[in-house]
């Protein structure tokens, strides 16, 4: 009988030893450098106060978990070796004792107690969102961040970078497969940063596990917390609330650097965005539209509408020979600035710059086939958006 | 009629008979177990290396979805319902369930609700893709337009549950045999007229959950939507308010089947037995006041995130109770370890295991690090796999005899143990290390460094799902082919009125009532 169940068991494992053998040596040839793969077994202490305190507590809670453990383990498992019927142990008879419930009803609520006093200060200090020396608005979109520097007049979207073929294996996993995204989040070290976390569609949540930051996104409402990071470095997190297909591919990736560092960035920055203000203006030919707004539309709206923009039916509506794209400008423009409300389609008006507005915008109205001949409304240039939006 | 089972497919359809609708209760979660089951191996399958091999992230979540909702509401719960109509009457001393014509109306309109739910999956939109939890605005606004299959199923399930709920109680508290004072119940009666009390209790706050859904859904109000003065904040209140009590609904009568399989295999009376109804009944009552320890980060005021890490730190006292009083059972027992024997006591290990990250869980300023990774997901999956399949599986191991007045195969069980023992260890621990290096749960792809042990746990998982067939051969092996149990008690050591009737019992149990002194 086990003879022969011991080879059914080594015939059904064998084959999947051997595929996770393969499989591992793959994954290990494009790994990170840093703790991963086996080594990757318990909390990171992290750079910021927050980080440590809940480390120190997790290490607290596992040895007392463990001793407890140990102490209440040992007893079955001396009961489970010294008690067998087996070796003709005979069975007692008392069935109970007031004292020794009293007993182990006590002790557990001393332990708790204990327990209680680091848990209290940690949670009194990481509401504590007073003071900051910088303000980030954090706003997630379905798939995507936008980080706003409040006072600044600098803020971007963070997308996930990673190409959709690396996915679906057709084409390499980098390192950084699924943790790297178009623009990271660049923060000072050694300075208070208050975080105004909220979403504009579903509830979103914002988690860098080496900032001890976790913080739901809530649609309507603006969570707080903050940060202070000890430590230059890249430090990356992931969406941690359920927002829907895209879930798992809207990462974060935070850069701190020193505080030069970053007052010069935010220069760079500022300047940066002055000019693209400054292309809103210009009038743009139908090629330059189209291949800024192919580019465009892949990033912001093929997730959904699906890149032979067909949609997805019963989820996403069709843009190829919809007649939202080759109707009037009017509403293709309110579509675009102010989203429908009741559905998933989001208000870009707020999160693309005038230029991709436009260049998406004349993208749908001319690909796919669809082809609004020649009617001036086929192009769609900064301006008229900038007009629509100023005329609301 | 009156004196057996009707012929043919009536005798099921119409059964008023406590024992044939315990059977069907028990057949219907088994089917759902595995096509749950099934949902889990498509997202190990999918997550056994990292990029999207064999489904689309939308699918994924619609069986992450599907996956939880089959188990909770279809598996486990229903898997419980028909423990206790098997089991109530035995151990009380009664002919039937004191309701029987809603006993049949409970279970039949069960497989309804759950046909409403699947259909789904082949619908256009696809199933429910929102997680078990259906958070809104991701179930209301961004749903597809089946999600109103999923509330209809969920009113049929909550409303089944809530008959089978006031027949037990009624049935408890009115059917007992003469001399059967309530502290002389089995354990296995108590923890299962305390869970019908918080089915009461809660079923219908979870039926209000998904009434407010379809309001928002389909006639415009704005309950759960800010932008019309509502909140999505409150869904999560009311629905952990919902999904507190709930966890404990599944876990105890789990509770009650291992106080009566330890000391039956320790051969010596449960240890602590008045306070283990009173540690029940208090981890009923801290249940309904603790519900927003899921929801740490959602940005509550300073003040309720202290309370209700307080208050959650709480239950780990009566809960400990409950583990050192089976404990001190086996202590200076005469144990042997049949199958029965072997899944309790890794019930009370893994379930222990499961209690201890719950503690840490309970801790705020840490769960903040938890919170919706990897870890939740080992922790609850120690406890309701672990914790109320495991038990699930030990009283069906304990009982079939009972049931059938045949004996299982004792090396076949034993075995059919390890496999699940080893799998689920191997598929569920590593999940606490990558919950830990940060693997946020319900992903249906992740980064390079989390490959290793990812696929670990879906080889384990696999192992664990394969020693399900198992189980279901050795129980129709059972049926068709077993040994003939010995007549009443098949145990050395078992206590109880279940073992003073014939095997299997007579169709209408006791029908003079026994004296119990």
Excluded at chain 1, 121 to 136: F, N, Q, S
Aim: with cysteine; net charge negative; proline share 6%.
């Amino acid at each position: 009988m086990f003879s022969k169940l011991k080879q059914l068991v080594v015939y059904t494992l064998s084959p999947l030893l051997l595929l996770s053998y393969a499989g591992l040596s793959s994954a290990k040839e494009a790994s990170d450098s840093g703790p991963e793969g086996w080594g990757l077994l318990n909390l990171p202490v992290g750079v910021s106060s927050l980080s440590r305190n809940s480390y120190e507590l997790h290490m607290i809670l596992l040895w007392v978990c463990v001793g407890i453990g140990v102490v209440v383990f040992g007893i079955m498992f001396y009961s489970m070796i010294f008690h067998r019927k087996s070796r003709g142990h005979e069975p007692a008879t008392f069935h109970e004792s007031t004292k020794v419930e009293l007993l182990w009803t006590i002790i557990p609520v001393l332990i708790l107690i204990a327990l209680a006093a680091p848990a209290t200060t940690y949670l009194v200090e990481r509401y504590d969102t007073g003071e900051a020396d910088i303000d980030i608005k954090i706003t997630a979109y379905q798939w995507k961040w936008q980080y706003e520097y409040l006072g600044e007049d600098v803020q971007f979207m963070s997308e996930l970078l990673t190409p959709e073929s690396a996915i679906y294996g057709e084409s390499p996993k980098s390192a950084s497969y699924l943790s790297e995204v178009t623009e990271p989040l660049v923060l000072p070290v050694g300075k208070k940063i208050r975080f105004l976390v909220t979403a504009k569609d579903v509830i979103h949540s914002w988690w860098v596990i080496e900032l001890g930051v976790k913080k739901d996104a809530i649609p309507g409402f603006v969570n707080e917390t903050w940060v202070r990071i000890d430590e230059p470095g890249i430090y990356r997190g992931f969406c941690t609330e359920l927002c829907g297909k895209g879930h798992a591919f809207m990462p974060i990736v935070v850069n701190a650097v020193s505080e030069d560092e970053y007052s010069s960035w935010l220069a760079d920055k500022k300047v940066a965005v002055a000019a693209e203000r400054e292309l809103a203006k210009k009038v743009f030919t139908l090629d330059e539209l189209m291949a800024r707004g192919e580019a465009a539309y892949n990033r912001s709206c093929a997730s959904c509408h699906m890149g032979n923009g067909e949609g997805v039916p019963g989820a996403f509506p069709a843009l190829k020979a919809s007649p939202i794209a080759l109707g009037s400008v009017k509403t293709h423009l309110d579509v675009m600035v102010n989203g429908v409300a009741g559905t998933a389609m989001q208000a870009f008006g707020g999160q693309l710059s005038e230029v991709d507005l436009a260049a998406i915008i004349t993208y749908e109205r001319n690909a796919w086939g669809n082809d609004a001949g020649d009617d001036p409304d086929k192009i769609v240039q900064p301006v008229d958006v900038l007009k629509f939006k100023q005329g609301q | 009629m009156a004196h057996g089972p009707a012929k043919g497919i009536g005798r099921w359809l119409f059964s008023t008979n406590h024992k044939d609708i315990g059977t069907m209760y028990l057949w219907f979660s088994f089917s759902m177990f595995l096509l749950g089951g099934f949902f889990a191996m498509v997202i190990r399958a999918e997550l056994f290396q990292p990029g999207m091999q064999l489904i689309r992230p939308e699918f994924f979540n619609q069986m992450t979805t599907m996956h939880g909702l089959v188990m909770v509401f279809g598996a486990i719960m229903p898997s419980f319902v028909g423990l206790a109509n098997w089991m109530i009457p035995l151990q009380i001393g009664a002919p039937d369930m004191a309701l029987p014509r809603l006993n049949n109306l409970s279970f039949w309109i069960l497989p309804f609700g759950f046909a409403l739910l699947a259909s789904t999956l082949f619908m256009e939109g696809g199933a429910p893709n929102f997680g078990w939890t259906f958070y809104a605005p991701l179930s209301t606004t961004y749903a597809p337009s089946t999600v109103n299959f999923f509330i209809f199923g969920v009113h049929i399930i909550g409303a089944s549950s809530i008959m089978g709920s006031i027949n037990i109680i009624a049935t408890v508290l009115n059917m007992r045999a003469p001399g059967m004072t309530m502290m002389k119940l089995p354990l296995f009666v108590w923890t299962w007229l305390i869970t019908a009390f918080l089915l009461v209790a809660v079923m219908p706050v979870l039926a209000g959950t998904v009434t407010m859904m379809l309001m928002d859904i389909n006639f415009g109000t704005s309950f759960f939507d800010a932008a019309g003065g509502g909140d999505p904040v409150l869904f999560q209140h009311v629905f952990w308010f919902f999904g507190h009590p709930e966890v404990y609904i599944i876990i105890l009568p789990a509770f009650g089947v291992v106080s009566a399989v330890i000391p039956t295999f320790s051969r010596k009376p449960l240890f602590g037995y008045s306070s283990m109804v009173y540690a029940t009944s208090a981890i009923a009552f801290l249940s309904f006041i603790v519900w927003a320890h899921h929801m740490f980060t959602v940005g509550m005021p300073l003040a309720g995130e202290l309370y209700f890490m307080y208050a959650t730190m709480l239950i780990a006292v009566p809960t400990g109770v409950k583990v050192f009083n089976w404990i001190t059972t086996m202590f200076r027992g005469s144990l042997t370890f049949e199958t029965p024997m072997l899944y309790s006591i890794a019930f009370i290990i893994l379930f222990t295991i499961g209690g201890f990250t719950g503690l840490m869980m309970a801790m705020a300023p840490v769960d903040i690090q938890y919170h919706d990774t990897y870890f939740i997901v080992s922790h609850f999956h120690y406890v309701m796999v672990a914790g109320a399949v495991f038990a699930m599986t030990a009283g069906i191991y304990y009982w079939l005899p009972k049931w059938t007045g045949k004996m299982y195969n004792e090396t076949m069980g034993k075995a059919q143990f390890w496999l699940s023992f080893v799998g689920f260890n191997i598929a569920f621990f590593p999940q606490h290390f990558l919950g830990l290096a940060g693997m946020p749960r319900r992903y249906a792809d992740y980064s390079l460094q989390f490959a290793e042990w990812n696929m670990v746990s879906s080889i384990g998982a696999f192992m664990y799902g394969a020693a399900q067939l198992f189980f279901l051969y050795n129980v129709i092996r059972t049926i068709v082919a077993g040994e003939p149990a010995p007549q009443e008690k098949t145990w050395e050591g078992a206590e109880g009125l279940e073992w003073t009737l014939s095997s299997p019992p007579p169709y209408h149990s006791f029908s003079t009532p026994p004296e119990v002194k």
